[in-house]
């Protein structure tokens, strides 16, 4: 099937290429650093309330120190490459003439770069598990933040796919893609410079503010279906930049 | 089979081609032939499902490419011009890649991919990082690809642009091996490229048809020029008055530098006279005869002469 084609395609390229294990390495330098450091400040400096619950929230959902952030960092580094570089080899011309849907092709570098995401954050779990040897885990709010973080992180992707469908500079991509994700994280935090209406309108956008409630092990389907919202509309919007070449003269 | 019927392609504001028509039947070898910017780079994409025509009708092998371009996609093997195939991969590896994305399986996928790795020269290189080939292998490469599936329609847009001379005659023999089989689409600014290779040429400029006609005529058009260069070995003003003293000449121009010889440009009329005509009338004066050279037409000067009423129409 042409999908599986592709998606092998797709992934094949994320290994081959030096980046994804830089990427990987920077991720789980930064969220060991994170997690070795809140450990030691929730042991010493947490109050004797609930330390180990609050840790975790802190350390999966609660930015800057946490996976989510580290997560919204490596994201962009894994989507430019999606199509800009397509767009740059003019090998995106060769995907469109073949007998592939665009939906296809968008559909499998989207599931390839899932399959990354999905992995580096499997490889998380080993924090949980090592203090599981020593300490009782909240496994079922952990497993919620996981599933919170993977939809936080297809949502990062569809984003990214779609900046990385604007151009053919994969660096363009990675700083487009970061900009907007930081906007989209730091839309609801300032109070002041907002009235209230304005502020309850940007904390429904606000992609962590969605992702919080998984954190403290509420999976809610108002969020779930925030995250998915959102990929299908950055994906949609991917789409419609393919389908500029029916009008625009441009490769 | 390539039919297009009144096609026009617009961008915007913008007119990439306007009422374009022209066919080929099963097996035939067309040229497109036009300066940069005229429009062939749209044309091809047209036919090769890459976008929609504004206008008119585009059909390969009897589909129709604007209603049903995954279809038609099917039946055309098409080469982007100035594509970087993946260079991180193998040779061999990409055109599995094709293959399964194609929806090429078992036994059929195998015989097309030992086809096109033969038949293209990439036997020996098909476990090499495409980035690793020089030009000309990428181009094979490129040419794999787009003939893997045996498709009824071929389109290639440039094919040689870029290679050195030796890979240009190469990539040539291999277009001409694959005439016959499949109906090739060709586009080039290179006029020997065309009567080398091509059953029939169609001329485009600024996005529209100006001349089409076959290969064999637009050679002998070409070759026909009517001027000629001679570099003689004796005093230029009364050489060129023995020339013009001629029937049927029409012109002649001394120019300059020579190197100690006369460097004259003979413009005749009609094909009179023969060169053998000129070289005999030097000789008998008893000058040298350094060099006799028929200039063949640019590309401008036969759009010029294809779309000029007062001369012989081409035949169709």
Same mark, same amino acid.
């Given at each position: ?102 939906? #296809? ?51 990062? #992707? ?94 | ?15 990439? +081609? ?12 067309? @040229? *497109?032939?036009?300066?940069? @910017? ?10 090769? $499902? ?11 092998? $009897? ?16 080469? /982007? ?5 993946? /260079? ?17 399986? @078992? ?23 495409? $980035? ?6 990428? %181009?094979?490469?490129?040419?794999? %690809?787009? +003939? ?5 329609? *071929? ?9 050195? /001379?030796?890979?240009? +005659? ?31 040429? +169609? ?19 070409? %070759? ?35 190197? $100690? ?11 009179? /006279? ?15 005869? *350094?060099?006799?050279?028929? *200039? ?21």
């Amino acid at each position: 099937m042409s999908f599986l084609a592709l998606l092998r395609k797709e992934l094949r390229a994320y290994f081959v290429s030096p980046l994804v294990y830089v990427v990987a390495a920077v991720f789980y330098a930064l969220t060991g650093f994170f997690f070795y450091t809140q450990l030691v400040y929730f042991v010493q400096y947490g109050f004797g309330l609930n330390i180990l619950g609050n840790f975790w929230v802190a350390f999966l959902a609660g930015a800057p120190y946490s996976v989510s952030m580290v997560l919204l960092l490596v994201v962009p580094l894994l989507t430019m490459r999606l199509l800009a570089e397509e767009r740059k080899l003019g090998t995106i011309e060769l995907l469109l003439t073949y007998p592939l849907r665009d939906g #296809t092709i968008v559909a499998a570098k989207f599931a390839a770069c899932t399959v990354i995401l999905a992995l580096l954050l499997a490889g998380t779990l080993a924090y949980p598990a090592f203090l599981a040897a020593s300490q009782p885990v909240p496994w079922q709010p952990i497993l919620a933040s996981y599933l919170g973080l993977l939809l936080l992180g297809v949502s990062f #992707t569809a984003c990214g796919l779609f900046v990385s469908s604007l151009t053919e500079s994969q660096v363009v991509a990675a700083v487009g893609t970061l900009g907007l994700l930081l906007l989209l994280w730091a839309v609801s935090w300032n109070e002041a410079a907002t009235t209230p209406a304005v502020l309850r309108a940007a904390a429904r956008l606000a992609m962590f503010d969605h992702f919080e409630p998984f954190a403290k092990g509420v999976v809610d389907a108002g969020d779930l279906a925030y995250f998915v919202a959102v990929s299908a509309f950055f994906a949609f919007l991917t789409l419609r930049v393919l389908e500029a070449r029916h009008w625009w003269g441009r490769r | 089979m390539i039919a297009v019927e009144h096609l026009t392609k617009e961008f915007g504001r913008t007119v990439a +081609v306007r009422d374009v028509s022209f066919h080929a039947d099963d097996g035939e070898a067309i @040229g *497109l032939l036009g300066p940069n @910017g005229s429009g062939k780079t749209t044309v091809m994409r047209t036919l090769a $499902g890459y976008f929609p025509p504004t206008a008119g009708r585009v059909s390969v092998d $009897g589909i129709d490419v604007g209603r049903d371009a995954l279809r038609a996609r099917q039946r055309v093997g098409y080469l /982007p011009e100035n594509a970087v195939w993946y /260079p991180d991969m193998r040779v061999r590896q990409f055109l599995e890649f094709c293959a399964d994305v194609r929806g090429l399986r @078992g036994a059929a996928r195998r015989a097309c991919l030992t086809a096109a790795l033969d038949g293209c020269g990439l036997a020996d290189v098909q476990q090499r990082l495409i $980035g690793h080939l020089s030009k000309g292998y990428r %181009q094979r490469v490129g040419i794999a %690809q787009a +003939v893997l599936h045996e498709p009824a329609v *071929l389109i290639l847009d440039e094919p040689t642009v870029g290679l050195d /001379p030796r890979q240009v +005659v190469e990539i040539r023999q291999l277009i001409r091996e694959l005439r016959g089989r499949t109906t090739v689409l060709l586009s080039t600014h290179i006029l020997s490229e065309v009567s080398s290779v091509c059953d029939r040429v +169609v001329i485009i400029n600024r996005g529209r048809v100006v001349a089409e006609n076959s290969a064999a005529a637009l050679a002998l058009e070409q %070759q026909r020029g009517e001027r000629t260069l001679l570099r003689v070995d004796g005093p230029a003003a009364p050489v060129a008055a023995a020339l013009r003293a001629l029937p049927g000449v029409e012109r002649v121009e001394v120019e300059p530098g020579g190197a $100690g010889a006369a460097c004259l440009t003979v413009t005749t009329t009609r094909g009179e /006279p023969k060169p053998g005509t000129l070289a005999a009338t030097i000789v008998a004066r008893g000058w040298a005869l *350094l060099e006799l050279r028929p *200039l063949s037409l640019s590309l401008e000067d036969l759009y010029v002469r294809l779309v000029t009423p007062s001369d012989d129409p081409p035949a169709a």
